[in-house]
């Protein structure tokens, strides 16, 4: 049996202000497999983005296990964790998170020059991912002189150029019109069924929430309902109205 790309084991993290301890995840218990569309949705303050950053490494759990591809990451050191971060996944954040004084090739080819590849190579890899993305022509503009969706594609062609088998997307569309949101979940899609890299979103947008195959829902910091919205190999092109969930599992 083939072991799920990723799987969480009962996350807890739990932050201290003062006297005051605050949850921001508990106990979540999950798996995503390989080629997976899913999103983490919920309100402001439901704990997505606290457990988006501990699937990806990014922040460590108070207690539980985070499993990546059937290896316990929970125990790796930064710099198993740092090395499992660059080769695996991918990440696009709500803030873009460009280096303003590099142009779009130079912040795409930032991740490969991490891991130490030749200069050409990475050069290279980085303009095949603009234009994957559609920004062919705009590879030395830095991040002042493109729009914000031209900005969050430019996020989006760094997290892939390295060839993740998962990116975690927090919120992507959070800072983006209505016509540049649907043009990136597009972008999200055709990308998904091209490269079949698994995909697990963040958010409360009710567009990236209806493009989903499957909805896990976070109420302070729970899951509680984890629904498969659509069958395996199919993305809806709009909100699926309500109860229309295949199936269920509360957690």
């Given at each position: ?8 084991e ?7 202000l ?5 949850v ?12 997976e ?32 591809e ?6 790796l050191?930064?710099?198993s964790?740092?090395?499992l ?72 062609a ?6 993740p ?43 990236i929430?209806g ?14 309902s984890?629904?498969?919205?659509s069958?395996?190999?199919t993305i ?16």
């Open positions: 049996m083939t072991e799920p790309l990723l799987s969480a009962r996350l807890t993290r739990v932050y201290r003062g006297e005051e301890a605050v921001g995840v508990q106990e979540a218990t999950f798996s995503v497999e390989a080629g569309f899913a999103v983490l949705a919920g309100p402001s303050g439901s704990g997505k983005t606290t457990l988006l950053n501990l699937l990806g490494l990014l922040d460590t759990p108070d207690s539980g296990r985070l499993l990546f059937g290896r316990d990451a929970s125990s050191d930064e710099t964790r740092a090395r971060r660059r080769e695996k996944l991918g990440f696009v954040f709500q803030a873009h998170q460009l280096i303003p004084v590099l142009s779009a090739e130079e912040n795409v080819a930032f991740a490969l020059w991490l891991r130490e590849l030749p200069e050409q190579q990475c050069r290279s890899r980085a303009r095949q991912a603009l234009r994957d993305v559609g920004l062919e022509g705009l590879e030395s503009r830095r991040p002042g002189a493109l729009s914000g969706g031209q900005r969050q594609r430019v996020a989006v760094r997290a892939l150029v390295g060839e088998a998962l990116i975690l997307a927090d919120e992507p569309t959070a800072s983006l019109d209505s016509a540049t949101s649907e043009r990136l979940l597009d972008l999200f899609v055709e990308l998904h069924r091209s490269r079949r890299v698994a995909f697990l979103f963040s958010s409360h947008d009710p567009r929430i493009r989903a195959r499957r909805r896990i829902d976070l109420i302070d910091g729970r899951i509680v984890d629904v498969t919205v069958p395996a190999g809806p092109t709009a909100a699926p109205p309500s109860g229309s969930g295949r199936e269920g599992t509360p957690s």
